[in-house]
């Protein structure tokens, strides 16, 4: 949901929809990935690249993962 509403051009209601979900699970790689996406998106590169690096400590196959 935080992607699609980023993408809507709403980054108030993107960065609430993040933060809610990073805080239920501040650990869990998949969460992690969907944050950094969120970022990465919004060209916050540093946090992005941070975010993706502890997503794929604590699951290595994301790093698997292609790139377009």
Not at 10 to 27: C, K
Request: aromatic share 8%; glycine share 8%.
């Amino acid at each position: 949901a935080a992607l699609e509403t980023a993408k809507a051009g709403t980054d108030q209601a993107a960065i609430d929809a993040v933060t809610v979900l990073l805080g239920s699970a501040p650990d869990h790689p998949a969460v992690l990935w969907q944050v950094a996406r969120f970022y990465a998106l919004k060209g916050a590169l540093g946090e992005a690249a941070a975010l993706y690096a502890r997503a794929v400590d604590g699951d290595p196959t994301l790093s698997s993962v292609v790139f377009r």
